[in-house]
Every structure is written in structure tokens, then in C-alpha cells.
């Protein structure tokens, strides 16, 4: 289930249009530990002489995942054609001027004038994730479009139209709902006035896949190469009004070729399907968008076939719309028949992340023939709900105990959760498959966080609710018999994002165990 939340963003945390937050992130400044700064410098220079060495493997292992992509070396030879070497080399030899802002630093070269790098800390090293021989190609045009002519109107008002903005051209622009609901037009008005005086220029690059009719995903840069994206979905009336509006990081590059990639017909609707790699048996990825597994996906398709997909309503992915609410069931239904109109050999390793978690259960209790494996990533058990509903009841007052149970169980609005996914039903779909046929005996690898993302502010709650999660894994791992059970020490619930080569080397060990099941010993 993807919501609307606060975000990473280039420099700091954004929500939904929360432009505030990111001006203040991207514009702070600060004075880094000689470490950071020893480092940063290390990794500009490494860069730099691999580029003028013509290294372009060492050059594309200075950079972040977003910035490499998925054909990192393959871009980079491109661009070092119209590069000149030497040019790479006085940069490397000169001194850079940086600066140090928390997790993000600027990395000022002494040529060509104004290049600089943008970092950012990536598990206590600093990757390269913009700047100078990174920026964005600038010949892309926007589409005359509903879509296309409001993602022109917003990159106006980031690049000073907003100096006129009233609220009355917010309110004829926007939706009523998206203004209700998301951010009223006052706040849109100052916001949007803020990030041009402080971030402006921005200039348009293109898109991140081609644009719908009703959503679009906008790349944009900085003067000084910073990248990010804009993303606008509007509504079907007459005219069409903004019904979503983010400014986010840029999401990483997905090649959309290959015999099991791209959007495939279902009936009557289109799912978007990424595979990479080679081999039996193919891993499936469940929860999220295929961009939220570009790293652990890049590293699992050199020893098999892995895959993504973008379910139906997820926000801002490439699938076609379903009508909602959804439950467990409706989105095994689609990717089992995603699977098969891909014609994507089996049989299948499924990882599944949190909610997705939960749907891959019900996958493997319904086609006990297609899983040969599975990892739970700090998965949602079947009991959840219910033992958290008996939980809070002996914590709290009765009615703060019904405040918090209708919070629970409330699905978010549909412009901030638009999947819309039913958890109660969904877990009571996947409660009652299980009883009539549990898993059968496969290799399961169970990844449990170390650490709680946002607790609770009673301290109470938060160790009761810990506990409960801790022994629901626990009755994960107690699926099928010889699991393997680790708990990811340094992640809170996005293990897959904080501790990626954990998720990868789990993943890896499964697939061994479904090729030569000998490879497969619980540890005592």
C-alpha cells in the first residue's frame, strides 16, 4: 500500500507539496567533520580520474542508486564523447569547495566555472547523486495535453509565475477535493512563492515514462544540476483540475524492454511488469512500485530472473486503474494473471514487503504449484489487527480504545492512498486460505525490523506494540517447518531501503535452496 507521506526528497523530508520543507532542506548550510569532507573529496576525485581514464565501471561506483540507473556505464561513454579527458583531470587536480548539510553536501569544482557535485551519505560513504556530467537532457518538450499543460503551468509558478498567484487561481486550477483534503490554495500560494525564490530556475527534462492522459511524472534539474521530479495527476472533469501534485526526488531509470517487460493486457486493464536478469525460478516482487526495488532488483538479476510490477492504483506508477476498495484477493488475481499474460516462467520466489507480505501468503496458499519459495520483509501477519484490537483494549479507556480501533481500521482518503486496499477483509481472506491449505513446506526466509520508525508518544504502546509484532513474526517464521528467521538490526520497517544486501543475500540463499534444496540448513 503506497500513501501520500512524508518523503525523501533531494535535500530533506517532503509531503505531499510540503515545498517548505525542502527549501529549508536544500538551502541550509553547515561546516562537515574533516571525515565527511575527506570522503566527499575522495569520491569527487575517484569519479573525475575514472571519467579521464575512460573507467566508467569505477566512475558509475561513485555514484548514488538513482543516479546510476540501470545502463550507468553504457550513459556514461555516451556522454564522455563530447567530453574532453583532460577537462576531467584539472577538475580532479584542483581544489573543491564543500559543504557539508547533514546527510547531503555540495562539491564545488575549480572547472568548467559554477560545476558542482550534489552527495549524499549512503551507509557512512558519499555517492555522487547529481551535478556536473550528470545533468538531465533539456530538448524534451511538453505534450499539449491536459496533463502536459498543467505540468507547464506548475514549473511557471516554480520558476517565479507565482509572483501574480492568487488564491482564486489555485481554487480554479486545483480540485476541491486535492484542496480539502491535501493542502488549501493559501498554502500552495506561499509554498510555491518560496521554493522559486529560494530554488529557482528549475528547467524541464523530459519524463520518467511516457505521460497518461490523466498523470504525468515531470523531470526536472537546478541550475546547479540538482535533479528531482514533478508529478501532476488531474481529474476528469471539464476542464480537467489538478487532483495530485508532488515535487519529489527523481525516480531511478527503468528500461522497459525485454521479452517480460511492459505493460501487459489482464483484461480489459494494463499492468506495468519489469523483469531483469535470467534464470529459475524468477523472483517476484510484491509491494510498492517496480522503483521501489530498482536496488535490490539490480542486484538479484545477475543470479536470476527478478521482477516488479506497479499494482493497479499505485501512486504515480504505469498500471491502469481498478475499481476500489481492493482486497488480498483482488491483487493476487492480478498478478497471477500478470504473470501469465507475460508468460513468465516459473516457478516463482516471492518477496513480499509489508502489506505485500500478506498477499503473497494468499498467493502461495491459492497456487501452491507456481511458489517454490518465499521472503517476508517485516511482513503483516494474518492476526495483526486482531491482536492489536485486544492489545489496546487493556492499555487504553474504553473510549480512546474505539477512537483508536476506528483509526486502525480507516482507510486514508483515495488522493493520499489511492490502492485503497480493505486490510480488515484482506486479512480475513488470507486467514480463512490458510486454514484450508496452509503453506506447504518451502524454503521461507523471515526479515524482521530492529527498530521502530515512528513511535507511539506512550511509551507504553510502543513496547507493547513492539513485543506483539516481534511474536507475530515470530509466527511467520512458524509457517513451515527449517525457516530462517533474521532480525535487520539497523531498519526500522523499510529493511529493503536501510539494509538492502540483507534482503538480497536472503533472497539468494532462497533461490539456492530452491535449486539445490541440500544448500537449505535452519541454524540451530
Not at 17 to 46: F, N, P, Q, Y
Not at 107 to 134: M, N, Q
Not at 260 to 274: A, E, V
Not at 380 to 396: C, G, I
Request: include cysteine.
Amino acid at each position: 500500500m503506497r500513501k501520500q507521506k512524508p518523503i525523501n526528497t533531494w535535500g530533506g523530508v517532503l509531503a505531499v507539496l510540503v515545498l517548505t520543507l525542502l527549501v529549508l532542506a536544500l538551502t541550509g548550510c553547515g561546516i562537515g567533520r574533516a571525515g565527511d569532507k575527506e570522503k566527499i573529496s575522495k569520491t569527487a576525485t575517484t569519479y573525475l580520474r575514472a571519467l579521464a581514464a575512460g573507467d566508467t565501471a569505477k566512475a558509475c561506483a561513485q555514484l548514488t542508486r538513482r543516479a546510476r540507473g540501470e545502463r550507468c556505464e553504457t550513459a556514461s561513454k555516451q556522454r564522455l564523447a563530447s567530453l574532453e579527458p583532460k577537462a576531467f583531470k584539472d577538475a580532479a587536480d584542483g581544489s573543491l569547495e564543500i559543504e557539508v548539510h547533514g546527510k547531503t553536501a555540495t562539491a564545488g569544482l575549480p572547472e568548467p566555472d559554477g560545476a558542482r557535485f550534489v552527495l549524499v551519505k549512503v551507509a557512512g560513504d558519499w555517492r555522487i547523486d547529481s551535478g556536473y556530467t550528470l545533468g538531465l537532457a533539456t530538448s524534451a518538450t511538453l505534450p499539449a495535453t491536459p496533463v502536459g499543460k498543467q505540468v507547464s503551468w506548475a514549473l511557471a509558478q516554480l520558476n517565479g509565475g507565482d509572483v501574480t498567484l492568487t488564491e482564486a487561481d489555485v481554487n480554479a486550477r486545483f480540485s476541491p477535493r486535492f484542496l480539502a483534503v491535501v493542502m488549501p490554495a493559501h498554502s500552495i500560494v506561499a509554498m510555491l512563492a518560496q521554493a522559486a525564490e529560494q530554488r529557482g530556475p528549475f528547467t524541464f527534462a523530459g519524463f520518467a515514462y511516457p505521460p497518461t492522459a490523466t498523470q504525468a511524472v515531470a523531470l526536472i534539474e537546478t541550475r546547479a544540476g540538482e535533479r528531482g521530479s514533478l508529478r501532476i495527476k488531474v481529474d476528469g472533469g471539464k476542464p480537467p483540475r489538478i487532483a495530485g501534485l508532488e515535487v519529489d526526488e527523481a525516480p531511478p531509470t527503468i528500461d522497459a524492454s525485454g521479452r517480460y517487460s511492459g505493460r501487459f493486457d489482464i483484461g480489459g486493464r494494463k499492468l506495468f511488469l519489469h523483469c531483469a536478469g535470467s534464470g529459475s525460478p524468477a523472483v517476484v516482487f510484491q509491494g510498492g512500485l517496480t522503483t521501489d526495488w530498482v536496488e535490490v532488483q539490480s542486484q538479484v538479476a545477475p543470479f536470476t530472473r527478478a521482477c516488479s510490477y506497479d499494482p493497479a492504483n499505485g501512486l504515480w506508477g504505469r498500471s491502469d486503474p481498478a475499481p476500489t476498495p481492493r482486497t488480498a484477493r483482488n491483487v493476487v488475481a492480478d498478478l497471477h494473471a500478470l504473470l501469465a499474460a507475460a508468460k513468465v516462467p516459473g516457478p516463482y520466489v516471492f518477496a513480499g514487503h509489508s502489506d505485500g507480505g500478506l498477499f503473497v501468503q494468499l498467493y502461495a496458499s491459492k497456487h501452491p504449484n507456481q511458489v517454490a519459495g518465499l521472503v517476508l520483509i517485516d511482513a503483516v501477519s494474518t492476526d495483526y489487527y486482531a491482536r492489536r484490537s485486544a492489545l489496546l483494549k487493556k492499555l487504553l479507556p474504553p473510549a480512546a480504545w474505539k477512537a483508536a480501533m476506528r483509526q486502525l481500521l480507516a482507510r486514508a482518503p483515495a488522493l493520499v492512498d489511492p490502492e485503497q486496499i480493505d486490510m480488515e477483509t484482506s486479512l480475513a481472506q488470507t486467514r480463512a486460505a490458510l486454514a484450508v491449505a496452509p503453506l506447504r513446506p518451502m524454503p521461507l526466509f523471515v526479515l524482521t525490523r530492529g527498530r521502530v520508525d515512528q513511535p507511539d508518544t506512550d511509551p507504553r504502546i510502543n513496547s507493547a506494540d513492539e513485543r506483539l509484532w516481534q511474536m507475530l513474526q515470530n509466527g511467520l517464521a512458524a509457517l513451515v517447518p527449517h525457516s530462517r528467521h533474521v532480525i535487520a538490526r539497523r531498519s526500522g520497517h523499510d529493511i529493503q531501503h536501510e539494509q538492502p544486501g540483507l534482503v538480497v543475500k536472503a533472497i539468494r540463499d532462497v533461490v539456492e535452496a530452491v535449486r539445490h534444496p541440500g544448500t537449505w540448513k535452519t541454524p540451530s
